[in-house]
């Protein structure tokens, strides 16, 4: 250990090994901010491995086993009461990486360039902050090695809405196909692999197993994470092929792994190892108090996120950065769903809804736009105001494009039928049906797959209430039959002492 904090060697690193290094996140899409403070680019020999640092093969991660869950280990949490306790969270890595330990004098190059740019080190501290104690307790429950949770430093530069031009997304760079392993579901309103707690848990079985595979070699795991276990098995057993009677490592099949790969494991403790140091290396790491950061708050029904930030007294930024899942500005139509809130303001939200169950009077819609539709006729279809529809979808203008996916947000009394209706198996409208409906003239343009969209219905019901085949040509002034327009649900109310028309007319339609 010592060695490595000795005067640093005369040997200075190539330009592709200093961009190398920046690889946390110089695989990231161009939407999404790097730190690289070295200001290199890469010429085209150098294109294909830089453009493979922070992407892992698509194939080669699909390849490896079935991965099933492990139960955590006992917890060796320590708290504020208990001695050895470290109030810094990065004081609690000091002398507790056996992985960079065990393997000094092997990345004493990657050190250099980490000591040289302390500015990328720093600013990825101050993104870890929400995260880093929770990651680094699960890690802890497992019994794995602490510098696990630095991991995210390599992959995303802890930035959980990065996304890799293979397509990985979150903190721990899962791609589609991995994610899906895991159960990360993955759709319009929602991309697990985003999710804080649910990525970390996946991650963290991955590793568990890959460990498992691997003979229990750490650094083995840590190359497949990367490589898939596939590639790292054919390095392997062609050292063994050549060395029967030796036993295979990280560092002697290295020169057998993908570039990407080879850089992958020595970055991670070079990471780990200027951290421990941090004070030696006046290293300005973001303080991290030792303690949770997040509360999770679970709710059944669809909620605005911009109101569970009103309500928990939290800015909108930081609803954002801790539920990085939700693809919407709110959570899915169905539920149940977890909220990340602060923990000193996980309890401040959770009185606010107890007390105003109005909250969750209104759901909403995906709504896609059909030819011929504009902002006015489809804020008009839902009986919602345009700039309610712009506010929610972050829309800069009138402009509504043809396929298009748009948030609507749907009165809570209509919801109920309007899922339901969703869901109904075109089966069932066979049946002789007794209620609402709804004849609609067909206009120039208009197809079967634009009018069952625009009644919240499928194609296959459209066809089936008017005797159509699903690909019928339709003719201009034809009149169709239509069952399925929640918005013209009736709905019962009784006149309360004091209701005037205008407060029915908030209550039961929603107004901006």
Known sequence: M?????????????????????????????????????????????????????????????????????NPLLSTILSENDRGYQPTLWDEFNNQLPLTAENAGRYEPYIDFYRDNTKHLSQVSERARPYLHYILSEVKKRKMPYEIALLPIIESAFQPE???????????????????????????????????????????????????????????????????????????????????????????????????????????????????????????????????????????????????????QVSNEMITQLNPGFLRPTTPPTGPHNILLPSKNAAIFQTAIAQDKSTFNIEWAKHAVSNGESLKSIAKKYHVSEQVIKQLNNMKNQNVALGSQLLIPLPSQYSEVFHKIRTTPAAATTQTYAGLKTIHTVAPGESMWSIANNYNTEVAHLSSWNNLGSKSALKAGQKLEIRSNPLSYKVNHQVKKGETLASLAKNLMYRP
């Open 162 to 312: 990065a996304r890799s031009h293979m397509s990985a997304a979150g903190l721990w760079q899962f791609i589609p196909g991995t994610g899906d392993l895991y159960n990360l579901d993955q759709n319009w309103w929602y991309d697990g692999r985003q999710d804080v707690i649910k990525s970390t848990q996946a991650a963290l079985d991955y590793l568990q197993k890959l460990h498992q595979l691997n003979n229990n070699d750490w650094l083995l795991a840590l190359a497949s994470y990367n490589a898939g276990f596939g590639n790292i098995q054919k390095a392997v057993k062609k050292y063994q092929d050549k060395n029967p009677n030796s036993l295979a490592t990280f560092w002697n099949v290295r020169d057998d792994l993908p570039k990407e790969t080879q850089n992958y494991v020595p970055k991670l403790l070079a990471v780990s190892h200027s951290i421990s140091h941090y004070k030696e290396f006046n290293l300005e790491l973001e303080p991290i108090d030792n303690r949770p950061f997040f509360s999770e708050v679970r709710l059944s029904k669809p909620i605005s996120l911009s109101k569970v930030a009103q309500l928990s």
């Open 2 to 70: 010592k060695r490595l904090l000795t005067p640093r060697p005369t040997l200075k690193l190539s330009l592709i090994t200093l961009s190398i290094l920046l690889s946390g996140c110089a695989g990231l899409e161009q939407t999404v901010k790097t730190d690289d403070p070295s200001g290199f680019s890469s010429n085209d020999s150098q294109t294909e491995s830089l453009h493979s640092l922070q992407t892992r093969s698509h194939q080669s991660r699909l390849n490896t086993p079935d991965i099933t869950h492990e």
